[in-house]
């Protein structure tokens, strides 16, 4: 196996590894981090004696090659360092998001079917039981006709946050002119608006794919990109998909979805982290919590796909949907609102901005099924409506 970054999260795929029960399962046969080192994890990577690589292009120049690659690089860098490990031989599992653009997507699926490997993407709630249990369940029409589906998050974060790398909360990669569109909604609670389109997919292995798109883009940092969402998805099938997040709130709201099917509501975090369903009838079925299932299972679950091959159920085709709903987030809101100067505040301990009331704004509106400038909140302004369909460029959405 290749590790691919062993900082920031990587750290954490790296620390699965070497926490494995059973270490003869899968051998780490090389490392690529320019700033390797620097990983807390630097002192067992040390005694590995394995190639510790600054380019995954000079590991597999050097004729070396590995059954799986993990990638856990930033953003503009997934599906790029994916095309090289395709090409070197390598089966490929890449964290969440699956890059920044369509295109990107796009390029990473000719890739992958030119080398006959497979690809999966690491939103982990696509690996766990109690959503895929879920998704069986919807697919087999026990809740009806899917009719909206909502999800909110509001997770604060200090300037820390923002510093930590080059790459965060920027559009583009300053050095390198890739794009990163780093947001709540392609970082953070990226799983959470992957998972909507989950869920509805017409098939276990795909997503709904997004055909319209209509957002509200915020900040209250000093950044390039946006650290507060809202949008209304429309899919092929005519369902409604709304998306809150932000890192901008005063407090701290758990991660909550809610799905309306004609016959049936299903939620998750409102009243307790287990998913329920509750029918017309007033009949209850609880999956228990997404986050039951370890995170790191997507990881067994690769080197199980490895052994016995069989469906992959988050490949690019599935993930998709969430690059193609945040382009269209970010063609509807070409130019990025700060909140109004009179509404942030700041704290010291830890070093944070925050908008006054917007938790209690967002949650409103996840409540009615709204967004912000439909109901008519004084600082809020409306995105236009973005079709997605055929969209297959970012920005813009086609080459011409």
Known sequence: MLMVAIGGYGYH???ALLDEPQPSRCRIVGVVDPMARLSRLWPAVSLLRVPVCATIEEFYGEGRTADL?????????????????LAGGSLVLCD????ATIQEAGALIEARDRSGHWVMIGYQWSFSSAILALKRDILA???????RLSTLCCWPRDFSYYARNDWAGRLSHKATGRWVLDSPANNAMAHHLHNLFFLLGPEPHLSARPRSVQAELYRAYPIESCDTAACRVVTDHGVEVLFYASHATERTLASRFRLEFEHAVVTCGEESGDVVSMDRKG?????GSPDDTPQFHKLVAALNHIEGGGTVFCGPEAAMSQTLAVNGMHDSVPEIRTFPVELLRNESSPDRVYAEGLDETLLRCYREATLPAEAEVPWAVAGRTVSLAGYCHFPGGSPS
Do not use: D
Request: glycine residues 8%; aromatic residues 12%.
């Open 141 to 147: 029409g026990l809740f009806g006709r899917p009719i």
């Open 96 to 99: 969440k998001p699956l890059g």
């Open 13 to 15: 795929y790296l620390k």
């Open 69 to 85: 690659a993990v990638i856990a690089s930033p953003i503009h860098w997934h599906v790029p360092q994916a095309i090289v490990a």
């Open 283 to 287: 009949q209850r079925k609880s999956y």
